[in-house]
């Protein structure tokens, strides 16, 4: 949290941010808190338009073991989350 510039004047990345509820290797609070303070101190600016997002998925942890269904979802929010920062189209 040190490092989230709290006197940027340009725009921060599009973020996303992914964490499991039940991971027993990395404490999910430590992306809910870094979501939380990139929007409270980034987000807030009049400058900053793209997304700062933070996907917490229920009922799993570091991936090991994760359905196929889960799996899906999450790349498909992956591959939504990174064609709608970049401005991709699909015609």
Do not use: M
């Given at each position: 949290l040190q490092?989230?510039?709290t006197d940027l004047d340009k725009e921060y990345p599009a973020t996303?941010?992914?964490?499991?509820?039940?991971?027993d290797r990395v404490s999910p609070w430590h992306s809910l808190k870094f979501v939380a303070t990139l929007?409270?101190?980034?987000?807030?600016?009049?400058?900053?338009?793209?997304?700062?997002?933070?996907?917490?998925?229920?009922?799993?942890?570091?991936?090991?073991?994760?359905?196929?269904?889960k799996i899906i979802e999450e790349h498909a929010d992956i591959y939504s989350f990174?064609?709608?920062s970049s401005g991709a189209s699909f015609n």
């Amino acid at each position: 949290l040190q490092n989230i510039p709290t006197d940027l004047d340009k725009e921060y990345p599009a973020t996303l941010i992914l964490t499991g509820d039940h991971d027993d290797r990395v404490s999910p609070w430590h992306s809910l808190k870094f979501v939380a303070t990139l929007q409270e101190f980034v987000g807030k600016k009049a400058t900053q338009t793209k997304p700062l997002f933070a996907r917490i998925d229920c009922k799993s942890g570091h991936g090991a073991g994760k359905p196929t269904t889960k799996i899906i979802e999450e790349h498909a929010d992956i591959y939504s989350f990174a064609a709608q920062s970049s401005g991709a189209s699909f015609n």
